[in-house]
Each structure stands twice: as structure tokens, then as C-alpha cells.
């Protein structure tokens, strides 16, 4: 089956206030050969990601929400396939420092900020463009956040580049520019369940790291170093069923090769996860209401509260440079 590109009126959202009602589109970049993809221009969210299982039938691996309408409704959709920015992870207290500024961002988790804030990427109806290279397919998804945006310093030019190749390979790579020092971070918010339905308990899942980030009870970073959890509950370096491990949880990976690796037993499909970012942040939904441990996220990304952390790896980002961010996933099954 030949490669395809296809487009298709989603339907008219309520808007970002720096936007108004804007028609949503949903782009299916279709390998032909197995994997395919729809990705909405509202949130740049990833909706459907189909790959085959192991006696070659083709599933949806990703939750999705039923409509447009799930997607606006905040209670109903924690972040469902969104990209995440301006920065994807905590900020304590909703404030940084930046040349001897104090920042205040939008508090929209207790007194700290988390995800962007309340109207972040995720509320956004982005710009698309579909393009076409022999067999890889790709689409080219922009934004222009205005300086000040949920309390952000910038003039911020983000955008996002969804892949897909037929050798079973979804890339996801991020650029950035701004016209005033900030900080940024960006990920994707996918709930991942290879088996397509039901609960991931079974699924099992390694990860490339032996230290974690120790949270207070609030989910902030404690100071210090993260721990080393060799040997715990939370070494996954070898795959373990994800059972009834309850994970929200920031990794810190031990080295490029991979992030982290995902499979269904029942259906054969496996997920390689490959970054060139620090960290990766893995949730197992247990907080998701109505369909509690439906999927897991393997947010990939920067290290929590990084922007108020002088040990962590640095966000930000000056006039004149490029932020840049990829990840791949990798599929198969057998």
C-alpha cells in the first residue's frame, strides 16, 4: 500500500484567548506500510498512533479521548497526547530568576506551576504543514507564544516535527527560538498501552536509569542529589511487569542508547524509546478519573524544577540560539 497524507475538519474550538474559535484539523500520515498516525492541530496532539501486533492486525496504542470536546475539557483530559510547553515539567512556587529578574508563572497546580500552565501548548490550535520526502512523512507544526504568555519572558517561535518512516519509527523533534532570555522545555503527554485496551498492569517496562528524583509531598524536587534506587522497586533497568507499581516518578537517564523500553506480551508490540534529552518522566495514570492505569506516559524531557536547580542540566534559552529536542519511538512485534 502506497504512503498517504490526509486531512480532515476535526471541528471549531472555543479557542485560546489569544486566539478566539479556530477550526481544528486532523492530519493521518499513513506509512502503508503498518504504522500510521493522526495528529490535531488542537494541542499538536498526538491521537492515534496504529501498529501492528505480532499476527499482523493494526491497533491504536495510544488513549484517545471520543471528541474535540473531551480534549477542551480540562477535568476529563489530563494532557492527553499534548505537547507540553512552555515547560513541560514543575516550577516551585510558579517563580525563577533569570539575570536578577524574578519571573511568576501561572498557578495551576497549588502555589506551583506545572505543564505550561492553564492555557499552555496544550490549549493551543497550532499551524500545520504537511510534507512528503520518499517514504518518510512528516508534519510541521508551528506556534507563536507572545511574550508574557502564562507569565513566560519571550516572544517564543516553538515548533514541533511529527516523522513517521515504514521501518516502524515515530520521530518527534523540537525547536524553539525567542526574543528575550527564558526558559524552555517541551514533551509529549501520550498515554501509551500497547495492548490497545484495558489496564497496562501487565505490560513490561525497562528503563536506562539507576537514580531517580526525590519529590516532597507536593511533587517537588527535595535538595540533593537523586537517589540511586539500584537494586529497589524502581530499578527497571531489566524488564519487570509494571503490576501495581504505582509511578509518577522523573528518571534520569545513564546514557544515549535508549530511554526506555516498553511491551505487551499479549500482542507482541514493543516500544524502544530513544532521546537526547536528560530525563524521562514515566506516570502510570493512576490519577487519570474514569479510566485509572489505562496507559503509561514516558515523558521525555528536562530534569523538574530545573529552572530554580543550579545542579541540574540548564533550560535556558538566549536570543540568537535554537532550543532543540528528539525523540523516537520504535516499534515492532514478535
Known amino acids: 500500500m502506497a504512503a498517504t497524507i490526509r486531512r480532515e475538519r476535526v471541528g471549531t474550538t472555543a479557542g485560546h484567548r489569544g486566539q ?16 500510521a ?3 490535531w492541530t488542537y494541542g499538536a496532539q498526538l491521537v492515534e498512533v496504529l501498529v501492528p501486533d505480532r499476527e499482523g492486525r493494526t491497533g491504536n496504542v495510544v488513549v484517545r479521548l471520543p471528541d474535540l470536546g473531551g480534549y477542551e475539557n480540562r477535568a476529563a483530559n489530563p494532557y492527553v497526547g499534548s505537547t507540553v510547553g512552555r515547560y513541560c515539567r514543575c516550577v516551585a512556587g510558579g517563580r525563577f530568576r533569570l539575570d536578577g529578574i ?9 502555589e506551583h506551576h506545572i505543564h505550561g500552565g492553564d492555557l499552555g501548548f496544550d490549549r493551543y490550535v497550532w499551524a500545520a504543514e504537511a510534507e512528503r520526502s520518499g517514504d ?3 508534519l510541521r507544526l508551528r506556534l507563536d507564544s507572545p511574550d508574557g504568555d502564562q507569565g513566560y519572558p519571550g516572544a517564543l517561535s516553538a515548533e514541533v516535527l511529527y516523522q513517521v518512516s515504514p521501518e516502524g519509527t515515530l520521530t518527534l523533534a523540537y525547536t ?6 527564558t526558559i524552555v ?34 511533587l517537588i524536587p527535595l535538595p540533593g542529589p537523586p537517589a540511586d534506587i539500584t537494586g529497589g522497586p524502581l530499578d527497571h533497568r531489566e524488564p519487570k511487569p509494571v503490576g501495581e507499581l504505582r509511578l509518577d516518578n522523573c528518571f534520569v537517564l545513564d546514557d544515549p542508547d535508549w530511554a526506555a523500553r516498553l511491551h505487551d506480551p499479549a500482542s507482541g508490540r514493543t516500544l524502544r524509546v530513544v532521546t537526547d534529552q536528560p ?3 514515566v506516570y502510570s495514570a493512576d490519577g487519570f478519573a474514569g479510566r485509572r492505569r489505562s496507559g503509561i506516559c514516558l515523558e521525555t524531557g528536562p530534569m523538574p524544577d530545573a529552572p530554580n536547580r543550579d545542579d541540574y542540566p540548564p533550560v535556558r534559552l538566549d536570543p540568537g540560539e535554537t532550543y532543540r529536542h528528539r525523540t523516537v519511538h520504535h516499534f515492532s512485534a514478535h
Open 37 to 39: 498516525v493522526v495528529v
Open 20 to 35: 478566539g474559535p479556530t477550526d481544528v484539523d486532523a492530519y493521518t500520515l499513513d506509512t502503508g506500510a503498518g504504522l
Open 102 to 110: 524574578e519571573y511568576h508563572l501561572d498557578r495551576n497546580d497549588g
Open 136 to 138: 518518510v512523512l512528516s
Open 279 to 281: 530525563a524521562v518522566g
Open 185 to 218: 522545555g517541551f514533551t509529549n503527554h501520550a498515554y501509551w498501552n500497547l495492548a490497545g485496551t484495558g489496564r497496562i498492569d501487565g505490560h513490561l517496562l525497562a528503563l536506562n536509569s539507576t537514580r531517580a528524583v526525590v519529590f516532597d509531598d507536593q
Open 176 to 181: 524553539a527560538t525567542t526574543t528575550a532570555s
